[in-house]
């Protein structure tokens, strides 16, 4: 087995609909479920928007500490889940339902290693 990341990328902006938002949180309790009866679920976890970010960044041997995201863009890490899976072929599935359940776009990254059991 093989630990997988589930980046779920969704647009900058205002949040959907409250009636929007509860559909799409019923489908992923359904999903986390149905990973969990799986033994597949390891994580996983919404993120608060980039405003929310800290910055820390080397620099002439200090740290220097700024506010913000490190990259300003469209769209935005806003949750990751952590999956076992046995290769990518499953992996990607489990994307596939990820995408749905959420409406939005998943980027499936493989760990490097092998998942400890």
């Known amino acids: 087995m093989k630990y997988y990341l589930l980046n779920v ?3 900058v902006g205002e949040p959907p609909a409250p ?3 509860a559909e799409i949180e019923k489908n992923l ?3 986390n479920r149905e990973l969990r009866e799986a ?3 390891v994580f996983a976890g919404g993120l608060h928007g980039p405003e929310s970010s ?3 960044r080397p620099r002439d041997g200090d740290v220097l500490v700024t506010d913000g ?3 300003e863009g469209k769209e935005m890490l806003g949750g ?3 999956i076992k899976a046995p290769d990518l072929d499953a992996a990607l599935e489990w994307g596939r339902k990820l995408a749905l359940a959420t409406t939005l776009p998943i980027e499936v990254r493989p760990f490097m290693g092998e998942a400890a059991d």
């Open 9 to 11: 990328m969704q647009p």
């Open 19 to 21: 009636e929007v938002l």
């Open 29 to 31: 309790d359904a999903l």
């Open 39 to 41: 033994g597949a679920w």
């Open 54 to 56: 800290t910055v820390l």
């Open 69 to 71: 995201p490190y990259a």
């Open 80 to 82: 990751i889940s952590l």
